[in-house]
């Protein structure tokens, strides 16, 4: 199986949870980088834990405090993200954020990587620059029921998170109905967002078995299957070997 959003780097124990997933069948993690020096870290545990790959990026709440990165550092990187816009919390001035986006978009096109788009209360202005870039495209931790026809019309991946697994998740359930198979991922987005067996915990990666088991059970799938396509799904998306 695969944890396709890690913050690996806002982990208390990165190393342990890494062997923790490992232990429950998870053996690969895409660990994401949300600013600079988030990204130098997650690429600093990639280096050193098995089955870590990374994605760089600057986060829409990061997105006054530094320029976008303007590189990939490390042949470990296999995406761009995260990235994107968030109208919702508003952390950083609007401008701001569709500027980084828009450079980060751009870096992704140069080196032909796939961007992971978090999208909060912007879907029309998300779905507006994304409609620019002509590669893949990764929808992380999807809650945007706005977002959905635009991503089966443009084939994006949609990756569901813990909050699918929630009592009052409706609008996301119908939506993982919806995705076909093989444009469906999982991910935890760890340290958030632990999914209802957890909830109140840290999440960590292995807990996306969680996250599998419920999206098997509202599709009508085998979870075990389902793992797998995911974890295929994933492998063609980051280009995983
Ligand atoms: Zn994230």
Redesign the pocket.
């Known amino acids: 199986m695969i944890d396709t959003?890690?913050?690996l780097d806002a982990l208390e124990d990165p190393a342990g949870a890494v062997a923790r997933a490992h232990a429950a069948g998870v053996d690969r993690i895409v660990a994401?980088g949300?600013g600079l020096s988030s990204t130098q870290a997650t690429v600093s545990i990639a280096r050193a834990e098995p089955g870590v790959a990374v994605a760089a990026g600057v986060?829409p709440h990061q997105a006054a405090d530094g320029e976008p990165i303007d590189r990939l550092l490390d042949d470990r990187i296999v995406a761009v993200?995260?990235i994107g816009l968030d109208f919702f919390r508003d952390y950083a001035p609007r401008n701001e954020q569709r500027r980084v986006f828009a450079a980060q978009l751009r870096l992704a096109a140069e080196h032909g990587k796939p961007v992971?788009v978090?999208s909060r209360a912007a879907d029309d202005e998300t779905a507006e620059l994304l409609g620019e870039f002509g590669g893949t495209v990764v929808l992380?931790?999807f809650s945007s029921p706005g977002l959905l026809q635009a991503a089966l019309d443009r084939g994006y991946y949609v990756s569901f998170a813990g909050n699918v697994t929630y009592p009052n998740s409706g609008e996301l359930r119908d939506a993982a109905r919806a995705v076909p198979a093989d444009r469906i991922l999982a991910?935890t987005?760890s340290p958030?967002l632990a999914p209802q067996a957890v909830r109140g915990r840290p999440n960590e990666p292995a807990y996306v078995v969680h996250t599998i088991a419920s999206l098997a059970e509202t599709r009508g799938e085998d979870p075990a299957e389902l793992a797998g396509r995911i974890d295929e799904n994933a492998a063609l998306a980051f280009g995983l070997a």
């Open positions: 959003h890690a913050h994401i949300s986060h993200g995260e992971i978090h992380h931790c991910e987005d958030y």
